[in-house]
């Protein structure tokens, strides 16, 4: 169930906290970047804390992030409860307080419990799943376009992941023009679905 989505975006959430600037703000550190970054074919953008800080995480990313945690929370204390439920019929057969049928039939009930509570863990985990592997996709759409509408002009011949960078020059550095046009592009999309 545990995706790698969610260990990133908590690394990431880390990040977000730190960077609370407005988007007028940010926009203008982006066309300061950009300005800089002219004299250069090559750019790399830290994917990583464009997704921790764009709007799309903030205001969709963390409700999952935080329906996900729920959801688990919830399957660990009903695992929990169906344990101690059977550990108490255990010690009450043990200590001679049911007879052998009565035990059984509560046995039963506890399996059928378990059963049912297995079959619709594994339906809302399919679902978390799904929401999960959508807003990934989400996120990566709006990153990807927002890549191409800076690169519109093919100034840049090569942009990337600065996951792998061992050293650059920060005046390289696109993230804050990537994340401007991630959260602009969110805003579009968010009112054309309004319409």
């Known amino acids: ?23 007028e703000q940010t926009g203008d550190a982006a066309e300061a ?24 995480y903030k205001t969709e990313g963390v409700a999952l992030q935080e329906k996900t945690e729920k959801a ?16 108490q019929l255990q010690e009450k057969y043990q200590k001679g307080l049911i007879t052998s049928r009565d035990a059984q039939t509560q046995q039963e009930n ?9 079959a619709n863990a594994q339906k809302e985990a399919q679902t978390l799943d799904e929401e999960n592997y959508v807003f990934t996709n989400r996120a990566q759409d709006l990153l990807q376009r927002a890549v191409q509408e800076i690169n519109a002009d093919k100034k840049y011949k090569l942009i990337i992941n600065a996951t ?7 005046t390289l ?23």
Do not use: H
Not at 110 to 118: D, V
């Open 33 to 56: 970047v950009a300005q800089q970054v002219i004299s250069s074919d090559i750019a790399y953008v830290q994917v990583e804390a464009v997704l921790a800080q764009c709007d799309l």
């Open 173 to 195: 550095n696109i993230t804050p023009a990537v994340l401007a046009k991630v959260n602009e592009l969110y805003a579009a999309d968010k009112k054309a679905e309004k319409k």
């Open 110 to 118: 506890i399996q059928k419990k378990a059963e049912s509570y297995q």
């Open 72 to 87: 688990q929370k919830s399957w660990a204390q009903r695992e929990k409860g169906l344990q101690a439920e059977a550990a």
């Open 1 to 23: 169930m545990k995706k790698t989505l969610f260990p990133a975006l908590a690394a990431a959430l880390v990040l977000a906290a730190c960077g609370t600037k407005t988007a």
């Open 164 to 170: 792998a960078l061992i050293d650059a020059d920060t």
